[in-house]
């Protein structure tokens, strides 16, 4: 339990760093600040989704609904960041470019993303049955998850125009001033362990939901 | 869920217009320790919703097991 | 071993044969699918009028095309099956695998007489004028490959989404994210291939397509029988 303590003042001290003792970026000023929020969320909505596609697979060859269960939890939580990132994503594209969506391939990338588990979840609610729902999302979940790989590739060539990429030039392989990279790499993990703490409440909770009480209790 | 997207939403607002104000570097610096305060309530107002969770989850863990031995 | 090979396909053959015997009869899916593509095709024709459109547009619009209208008609082989309750007699006639097959191979056929029958009238209705022969050829090479993976995944969505409810939507809405491998490297590569290039310039495009029309196949041959298994 102190553990959870520990977690929130660790998390208190990323923020603290991320306004106080990160450097900004030459050109992006204080909106440099997002990055050490945003990108951790995209990071987390890909997260969330390997993490669900692999319950699925253990679905499919175990078919114990606890996996299933897991899957969606995991899948429910990777939504919420997916629409946080891009909606974070989008508000920080005005600021630096002074439009809100210009499908370059990390914006693409992460629409596409939500568009997946939108998918995922209508699929989802049109099943009743149980066991039907659970292989039904479990097999679309691998479907999509292997679409992926491709879609890393792919994208980069819907916008093959004359707007390069400001994000990814001059962050991509330009190394980042040390005190950036120590909030940046911290905040990776910061949020990575807010996913699995969040992912274990989830499927306690569902886990849970599924008993009944005698009455009187 | 709701919440925790309101809340975030809330941050993003706030630091867009921080940002915007000051979008040529430091305009007027307070701005980045309103953002900052209000990113620190976020993630303890989110923290502390994680904890009372996971106590709700351990009360019930508990009851359902004894019921089961 | 050869002889096992013989049997699925010629079970799938078997399976396929009766898909289009009664597509013949009914032409329900045919229907559906060249009337939404040349509803289309006419609109866009109409508004555009003489005017010419740059490649860009033009490849776009094709797959575009191409698209809605398999949304409109593939899924057919699937839905019909649960509609007609023919479905649970289907499952104890034969493997899931040969009914995958077949029916992805009714969805090829189908695809592909309908882009015979639209290809050209496309290229009509839109004013294209016509570069040189090498083009055309490695245009057919992108359409062919691009069709497989857009029949492909069109297939197995169609089994996914039979067995749910609100199936018009939910076809379209499951299949677009899959599709958009095919989508982006066909668009992109069709309209190099209007444009002239040569073939080492559309080659990446044409890689991605016959991968993943490979790789999509694959997954969906493993995953068809936990779809197609009832409770």
Redesign the interface.
Known sequence: MWWKSLFGIYMVLIILGAFLYAPVAKGLGETTRILFFHVPCAWIATLAFLVSAVYSILYLRKQKMIHDLKASSAAQIGLVFTILATITGSIWAKQIWHSYWNWDPRESSIFILLLIYAAYFALRSAVDEQNQKARLSAVYSIIAFVTVPFLIFVVPRIVESLHPDPLINPRGKVDMDSRMSTVFFGSFVGFTALFFWMLYLKIQIARLSQFKFKPGD | ?KV??SM??TV?DT??N???S?????TSSSD??V??TI??IV??GL?FY??Y??RQ?KK??D??EI?EN | MGKNAFMWATKSLIIFQKDVQLEFRTRFAINAIVLFAITTLTAISFSIGPARLETTILSALLWIILFFSAMSGLSHIFVREEEQQTADTLRLVTTPLSIFLGKWLFNVVLLFALEIIIVPLYFILMNTSQSAGNNFLLFLLLLFWGSLGLATVSTIIAAIISQASARGALFAVLAFPISLPVLISSIHGTRLALEGNTFSECLPDLQILIAFFVVILTVSILTFEFIWKSN
Do not use: E
């Open positions: 869920m925790l997207i975030m939403q993003v630091v867009s921080a940002m915007g000051s979008q040529l570097d430091q980045i320790y953002v900052l990113t620190l993630w303890c923290f994680l904890v969770l996971d989850v019930v863990k009851r359902v019921k």
